[in-house]
Structures are given as structure tokens and as C-alpha cells.
């Protein structure tokens, strides 16, 4: 099954991609854009999607300081709802 998983850097973590971003849309005419966030896209194929999960807590993320959201593109629908870890406050 294929999926799409995005990692980004959790809320209240420094996003200094993100924020570079930010301050350098404004010289380039686009106003009133904030709270941009950088993150990666990983594409895969997976024989057992059930341990996606497993899969980026143990490799493609890091877990405290990141988040990450899986999507099943194996729904003829369109995609299964997003999964996303336990959010610790």
C-alpha cells in the first residue's frame, strides 16, 4: 500500500527553515503569511502499513521534537484519514 508521510517540527519546537521563510516573503510582494513551518515528505511503499507508526517513531522522526502525520493512499476514495502519534503536552 502506498503512504505519505509528513514529519515537521512540533508546535513550540524553534523552525529556523520556517522562520527564515517567513521573514523573506514580504520582500518578495507576499504579505500577510506567518506561522510557516518546514517539514519533509516521505513517499513509500508498505507491505504492512499497520507499523508505519512503528516505523517513524523508531527511524523517520524524532519523537520529541516532531510530528508526523501518515496518509494510506490505498483508499479508492481518495486516502484514509491521517494518523497521527499521541500529542504530549
Known amino acids: 500500500m502506498k503512504a505519505k508521510i509528513l514529519i515537521r ?4 519546537i524553534l523552525d529556523p527553515q520556517g ?3 517567513e521573514r523573506a516573503l514580504p520582500a518578495l510582494g ?3 503569511v506567518s506561522e510557516v513551518r ?3 515528505l516521505v513517499e513509500l511503499e508498505a507491505a504492512e502499513p499497520d507499523r508505519l507508526a512503528e516505523l517513524c517513531e523508531k527511524l ?3 519523537p520529541l521534537i516532531e510530528d508526523y502525520e501518515i496518509e494510506l493512499d490505498g483508499d479508492p476514495t481518495g486516502g ?3 494518523q497521527t502519534p499521541p500529542s504530549e503536552s
Open 9 to 12: 517540527p512540533k508546535r513550540g
Open 19 to 21: 522562520k527564515a521563510i
Open 30 to 32: 507576499f504579505e500577510g
Open 38 to 40: 518546514v517539514g519533509r
Open 60 to 62: 523517520l522522526a524524532n
Open 80 to 82: 484514509e484519514a491521517l
